[in-house]
C-alpha cells in the first residue's frame, strides 16, 4: 500500500510539472470581480502593512504556499526549498497528504524536512477525509501533526478526485462525523480544505457546526486533479478512467463563487485558494472577506529550480498585492475588506440565482 502512495505522488509531480493541468473552459471567476481604483489613494504606499494574525499567528503576509506534495525523495527537495522560502519571508505552507508517511515510518522525512528548514512558519500537517472512514482517527491526526510539528492540521476533502482515480475511494458516507471527532480531540486548528473543486454554503454551514476552525475552498478554475488523473489513465491505457478524467476536467465551483457562498455563510477565517495566479487576485480574494490566501502550482513550477526563485516569486506576489492595495487606497489588510467591490458576469448571476446579496460589497464606504 505505501509504495503504491509513494508511487501516485510521484506521478503527481511528474503530471504537475511536464502537462498542462489548468482548467480548460472554466474559469476562477475573478474576471467578474472588480476593485474600484482610487486617483487619490491618500495613503503613502511605502506605509502599507500586510501583517495579519490568523490561527493566533502573525503572517508578515496573508499568504501561504497550499499544500503540494510529500512521501518521494523529490519531495524532500521541494518542500525543503518552499520551507525555506516562507521562514524568511514570515508566511506559512501546507505539506502534501501525508498518508505515505503514516503508512511507511521511512518516509516521514520528506514531511520533517519542513520544520527543519522552516523553524518559525507556520505549518499545517494534511491527511484525507476519505480516510477517516477508512480507519483513520485522532491518533493518525496526531502523528501527522507531530511529524513536523504543525501548527494547524489540514483534512482534505478530494471526491471529485477520488471518482476518477482508479485506485479512488468513493465511501465518504461517515466523513462530516469523524470530522467532529478529530475536532473535539485535537488542540491544534483543524482547517477543512477542498482540492480543485470548491466548496458551497450548505457544506461550509455543516462543517462550522462540528467546529473545524477555518475552510480552505480550494475552487475551481486553476489546477484540475480531473486533469491530474486523465494523464494518469492515458499513461495506463486506462480508457474508461481516462475518458472520466476529460468529462470531469472542469467540474466543481469556481473560486470566487465558492469564496463569496463561504463567507456569507460562516464566520471562521477562510483560505482562498484555487487558481489565484498574482497579487490583484490575491487582493479580490481578501476583499471578498479571505484571511489567507493559499497559492500552490506556480510556486511548484519554481521550487523545483530552486530556493531563490522561490522566494523571488513570493515577493513578487506580495509587491502586486502590495500595489493593487495602494491602488484602491487600503493601508492595512483589514482596510482592504471594507473597499467597495463590484460582481458581474456568470458570478453575479450565480450569487442571485442562489440568494447571496452581490450590492454589500458594491456599497461598502471608501
Same mark, same amino acid.
Given at each position: 500500500m505505501a509504495k503504491?502512495?509513494?508511487?501516485?505522488?510521484?506521478?503527481?509531480?511528474?503530471?504537475?510539472?511536464?502537462?498542462?493541468?489548468?482548467a480548460k473552459k472554466a474559469t476562477t471567476g475573478f474576471e467578474d470581480i472588480h476593485l474600484i481604483h482610487k486617483a487619490l489613494p491618500e495613503i503613502d504606499k511605502q506605509d502599507i502593512n500586510l501583517c495579519t494574525t490568523v490561527f493566533n499567528h502573525k503572517f508578515s503576509a496573508p499568504l501561504i504556499v497550499g499544500a503540494i506534495t510529500g512521501g518521494t525523495s523529490k519531495a524532500t527537495k521541494i518542500n525543503a526549498t518552499i520551507a525555506e522560502a516562507v521562514e524568511e519571508l514570515g508566511l506559512g505552507m501546507g505539506v502534501g497528504s501525508q498518508r505515505a508517511a503514516l503508512e511507511d515510518k521511512k518516509l516521514e522525512k520528506t514531511f520533517a524536512i519542513t520544520r527543519k528548514k522552516a523553524?518559525?512558519?507556520?505549518?499545517?500537517?494534511?491527511?484525507g477525509g476519505v480516510q477517516l472512514v477508512h480507519g483513520?482517527?485522532? %491518533? +493518525? &491526526?496526531?502523528?501527522?501533526?507531530?511529524?513536523?510539528?504543525?501548527?494547524?492540521?489540514?483534512?482534505? #476533502?478530494?471526491?471529485? %478526485? +477520488? &471518482?476518477?482515480?482508479?485506485?479512488?475511494?468513493?465511501?465518504?458516507?461517515?466523513?462530516?462525523?469523524? #470530522?467532529?471527532?478529530?475536532?473535539?480531540?485535537?488542540?491544534?486548528?483543524?482547517?477543512?480544505?477542498?482540492?480543485?473543486?470548491g466548496i458551497a454554503a450548505e457544506e461550509a454551514k455543516k462543517l462550522e457546526t462540528v467546529n473545524v476552525d477555518g475552510i480552505d475552498i480550494s475552487g475551481a478554475g486553476g489546477t484540475?486533479?480531473?486533469?491530474?488523473e486523465f494523464y494518469r489513465a492515458k499513461g495506463k491505457s486506462n480508457n474508461s478512467r481516462r475518458r472520466l478524467g476529460?468529462?470531469?476536467w472542469d467540474w466543481g465551483i469556481p473560486t470566487t463563487i465558492s469564496l463569496l457562498e463561504v463567507s456569507q455563510s460562516v464566520s471562521i477565517p477562510i483560505i482562498a485558494s484555487g487558481g489565484i495566479r498574482?497579487?490583484?487576485?490575491?487582493?479580490?480574494?481578501?476583499?471578498?472577506?479571505?484571511?489567507l490566501v493559499s497559492i500552490s502550482?506556480?510556486?511548484?513550477?519554481?521550487?523545483v529550480k530552486g530556493i531563490e526563485e522561490t522566494k523571488q516569486e513570493l515577493i513578487l506576489l506580495i509587491e502586486e498585492l502590495k500595489n493593487s492595495m495602494f491602488l484602491v487606497g487600503a493601508q492595512t489588510v483589514q482596510a482592504l475588506r471594507k473597499k467597495p467591490v463590484v460582481i458581474?458576469?456568470?458570478?453575479?448571476?450565480?450569487?442571485?440565482?442562489?440568494?447571496?446579496?452581490?450590492?454589500?460589497?458594491?456599497k461598502r464606504g471608501n
Open positions: 503504491e502512495t509513494r508511487k501516485r505522488k510521484e506521478d503527481h509531480i511528474r503530471i504537475s510539472l511536464n502537462h498542462e493541468i489548468q523553524p518559525t512558519a507556520f505549518l499545517i500537517a494534511n491527511i483513520y482517527g485522532v %491518533q +493518525e &491526526a496526531k502523528k501527522a501533526i507531530e511529524m513536523i510539528d504543525a501548527d494547524a492540521i489540514a483534512i482534505h #476533502l478530494n471526491p471529485l %478526485q +477520488e &471518482a476518477v482515480q482508479p485506485e479512488g475511494q468513493t465511501r465518504f458516507k461517515g466523513v462530516l462525523e469523524k #470530522l467532529s471527532e478529530i475536532t473535539k480531540e485535537l488542540e491544534k486548528p483543524v482547517i477543512v480544505k477542498e482540492t480543485g473543486a484540475s486533479f480531473a486533469a491530474v476529460e468529462v470531469f498574482n497579487g490583484i487576485e490575491i487582493a479580490k480574494a481578501l476583499a471578498l472577506g479571505s484571511s502550482q506556480p510556486i511548484l513550477k519554481v521550487a458581474t458576469g456568470k458570478t453575479a448571476q450565480w450569487l442571485k440565482s442562489r440568494g447571496f446579496s452581490t450590492e454589500i460589497y458594491a
